[in-house]
């Protein structure tokens, strides 16, 4: 069918997938309509989808704001399957990827510059937002297809799976963006607190871009792991004499993990002018202490995933890396499963939904 055809004949294609009805109720098979595409639009073939901490959050509706019934994911991994009349970027049969957003306002600063992610009017979430403009809800990847303009889809290299190329496109990104904002590589000693999704992730790149690197997780349950992804060192946060061993250590310390914690035990790990980044996001307000900062004129900032042009660039490099995320691959029937399974952390390391089992 030409994209003539389906314009012609609805705005509207009908889609399949699983969704949430309310703040915390299970997951269950939904139908609802996707926009037809539109000239620059790509319409995608999803075939396999991550599972990311924030879609629990979302869906349970710990962050505020939740909007239902909800269709979680921003994972993608799919094909081409039809393309608009003044696409240029993209043909049918492309392996293509859609991350955290699929549309900003285009003429602010920060998307000028490519980072659209800080977007100063806000970012369109690939789910639990709005397309720009309407009140039509947009809907994510725990889904069968998804129509997205050709500027906010990113290529996946044929030599990569898709089904772990997916999780890159939050997990990936979530954690290079940091490591090449904060200048990670050979001569800097990098940190990652937690070896989950997002860390395992972390790890990898930051060996690659050759940094030294030390896991920080909870016990030493995965350390094996740790030092097969490229760790140099792994201690346990449980254990107190960790922060008196590894006082002023280090450059950079990236914390991925949600759960509540002392911010202030892990700023005391960093060198003078260390920067403490957080890019898993706590339910609660963590406090401070001003001297953890100001006794080494320390920094503590945030990063939040990437903006297209640098998406792509995480995603060629963890081709040439050969860098992938290591996952676990559930049919559609068991994402309740999986969402409990994630809140006790037992996955190694990413639930990716095959979309063909829908």
């Given amino acids: 069918m030409t994209i003539q055809n389906i314009a012609s004949n609805s705005k509207f294609i009908q889609a399949k997938g699983i969704a949430a009805l309310a703040a915390k109720a299970p997951l269950k098979s939904f139908s609802f309509e996707r926009r037809a595409p539109r000239e620059h639009d790509v319409l995608i073939d999803i075939k396999y989808c991550g599972i990311c901490h924030s879609d629990i959050h979302q869906v349970r509706d710990e962050w505020g704001g939740s909007v239902f019934p909800m269709v979680p994911g921003h994972e993608i991994a799919g094909v081409?399957?039809?393309?608009?009349?003044?696409v240029t970027k993209y043909k049918v049969g492309d392996h293509v990827g859609v991350g955290c957003f699929v549309d900003s306002c285009r003429h602010c600063s920060s998307c000028l510059e490519g980072l659209e992610q800080y977007c100063e009017e806000g970012m369109t979430g690939t789910y639990n937002s709005t397309e720009r403009g309407t009140d039509i809800p947009t809907q994510g990847g725990y889904s069968n297809k998804i129509t997205v303009d050709e500027n906010y889809v990113l290529k996946i290299p044929k030599s990569m799976p898709l089904d772990s190329a997916a999780p890159l496109l939050?997990?990936?990104?979530?954690?290079?963006?940091?490591l090449m904002?904060?200048?990670a590589g050979p001569g800097k000693k990098v940190a990652i607190i937690g070896l989950g999704g997002l860390g395992h992730m972390g790890v990898k790149i930051a060996h690659a871009l050759g940094a030294e690197v030390t896991v920080l997780s909870h016990s030493l349950s995965k350390l094996e792991d740790g030092k097969r992804m490229g760790a140099d060192h792994f201690y346990a946060t449980s254990d107190e004499s960790t922060f008196t061993k590894l006082a002023g250590q280090f450059d950079l310390i990236?914390?991925?993990?949600?759960?509540?914690?002392d911010w202030n035990l892990f700023?005391?790990?960093?060198?003078?002018?260390?920067?403490?980044?957080?890019?898993g996001i706590p339910?609660?307000?963590?406090?401070?202490?001003a001297f953890s900062l100001v006794g080494g004129r320390r920094?503590?900032?945030?990063?939040?995933?990437?903006g297209i042009k640098e998406t792509q660039e995480m995603l060629d490099f963890c081709d040439k890396h050969k860098i992938a995320c290591e996952i676990e691959v559930i049919s559609a029937d068991q994402?309740?499963?999986?969402?409990?399974?994630?809140?006790?952390?037992?996955?190694?390391?990413?639930?990716?939904?095959?979309?063909?089992?829908l």
Avoid: Q
């Avoid at 990236?254 to 914690?261: F, G, K, L, P, Q």
């Avoid at 700023?267 to 890019?279: A, E, Q, S, W, Y």
């Avoid at 339910?283 to 202490?289: L, M, Q, S």
């Avoid at 994402?335 to 089992?357: G, H, L, P, Q």
């Fill in 267 to 279: 700023l005391g790990l960093l060198k003078r002018d260390g920067t403490l980044v957080i890019c």
């Fill in 80 to 86: 081409v399957a039809l393309v608009g009349s003044k």
């Fill in 181 to 183: 904002h904060w200048k």
């Fill in 335 to 357: 994402v309740n499963v999986a969402y409990e399974r994630v809140v006790k952390s037992d996955v190694r390391y990413r639930f990716v939904i095959d979309m063909s089992t």
């Fill in 299 to 306: 920094s503590l900032s945030g990063s939040l995933i990437g």
């Fill in 283 to 289: 339910e609660e307000a963590i406090p401070v202490g």
């Fill in 254 to 261: 990236i914390n991925t993990v949600s759960a509540v914690m």
């Fill in 170 to 178: 939050c997990a990936g990104i979530t954690l290079y963006s940091p």
